[in-house]
């Protein structure tokens, strides 16, 4: 792969925007730089940039190079940003299985890039070579979810690994729900393929959701097109001296992963045992997608009973499925006392 032959020529010949604290890295005692207003320490001044303390506290915990990380506002802003990166409006495309994550189709819809759906086999597992199919001179960008939302399962890894290495363009794995599964992360083997971005979120497992932080990881010279082309001060102060701070605990997010994979387990019993529960997929995430005859009633119902799901009825191959999210022992059991009572 040449990474150059895949950036669109106006990113690659793009002058990024150089504010003061580019221009000036070190410690001083003033600072007259920036027409930041002198009062208000330390909000007043503008947040590092590159968000390097941050990076540093992450790239231990995930073992990668600081340098191989970008931050965003949540994952949806690197999934923008591979789009205004690498595709070239109204020219290239971009391949995703289907179903998965909606904002990559809207993502590529706002950025005026064609967006190839291929549908998931019926069990919702992954056919690498049909996939490829879709690939052709002008596809940049392939999208990959695993575990994939809204069908909860993990692609297999063999099937990925041929998509990963037989395309020549590059491919997002999108692991916001990688906390929750017993496969390891593609981190571990992003030094080996040079093609792969990976994203992953303190939205799911670090229960972060509001802090809007998310994470991509690539190889240096991929990371420094992000750097580029995001927003100079893209992540607050706020969000940088929080997150970092959370990031102590851990244990603590190790620990309620535990419990809720606990819970899913009985979600999954008690589900099962309704009489009008008719599927209930295999999940490698922090949800389940459940059949029903008529997920609109039971969606319905539920709304009336003041607990909301996801209706997914309307999605490629997931007639009559619910999303439901895992919640705390107690949520579940409203939700089952709820429905045994339909
Ligand atoms: N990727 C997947 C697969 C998701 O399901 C979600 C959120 N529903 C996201 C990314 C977005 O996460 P974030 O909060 O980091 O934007």
């Not at 179903?99 to 086999?121: F, H, Q, S």
């Not at 996939?131 to 960008?141: E, I, Y």
């Not at 990371?223 to 990031?247: G, H």
């Not at 922090?286 to 997914?312: C, E, H, S, T």
């Amino acid at each position: 792969m040449n990474l150059s032959n895949l950036i669109r020529p106006n990113i690659l010949a793009l002058k990024p925007y150089s504010c003061a604290r580019d221009e000036f890295k070190g410690e001083a005692s003033v600072y007259l730089d920036a027409n930041e207003n002198p009062m208000n320490e330390p909000y007043n001044r503008y947040p590092d940039p590159l968000q390097w303390a941050l990076k540093e506290k992450i790239a231990k915990v995930k073992k990668v190079r600081p340098e191989q990380i970008m931050l965003g506002n949540g994952s949806d802003e690197p999934i923008d940003l591979v789009i205004r990166i690498f595709c070239e409006p109204k020219q290239d495309n971009i391949v995703a299985i289907d179903p998965t994550y909606g904002m990559y189709a809207v993502a590529a819809d706002i950025n005026n890039v064609e967006y190839r759906k291929v549908l998931l086999n019926p069990d919702y597992s992954l056919d690498a070579d049909k996939l490829l199919a879709a690939v052709d001179s002008n596809t940049k960008v392939i999208f990959l979810c695993s575990p994939n939302n809204p069908t909860s399962n993990l692609m297999n890894r063999t099937e990925m690994l041929k998509v990963v290495t037989g395309f020549q363009g590059i491919v997002v794995i999108d692991e916001a729900y990688v906390d929750f599964s017993s496969e390891k992360s593609w981190l571990e083997d992003l030094n080996q393929y040079p093609n792969v971005i990976v994203f992953q979120t303190f939205s799911k497992a670090w229960g972060l959701a509001s802090v809007r932080c998310g994470m991509a990881f690539a190889s240096e010279e991929i990371i420094s097109y992000f750097n580029k082309v995001k927003y100079p001060y893209n992540i607050n102060k706020l969000t940088q001296d929080f997150v970092s701070e959370q990031l102590d605990q851990e244990a603590r997010k190790n620990e309620w992963v535990r419990m809720l994979l606990e819970q899913r387990t009985a979600l999954t019993e008690a589900l099962s045992e309704l009489p009008f529960v008719e599927k209930i997929y295999p999940t490698d995430a922090n949800f389940l997608l459940v059949n029903v005859p008529d997920a609109n009633a039971v969606y319905q119902y539920l709304v009336n009973k003041g607990i909301i799901v996801r209706n997914r009825n309307t999605v490629s191959l997931c007639l009559g499925c619910l999303r439901i999210t895992v919640g705390t022992k107690e949520e579940n059991e409203v939700l089952i006392g709820e429905l045994k009572r339909m």
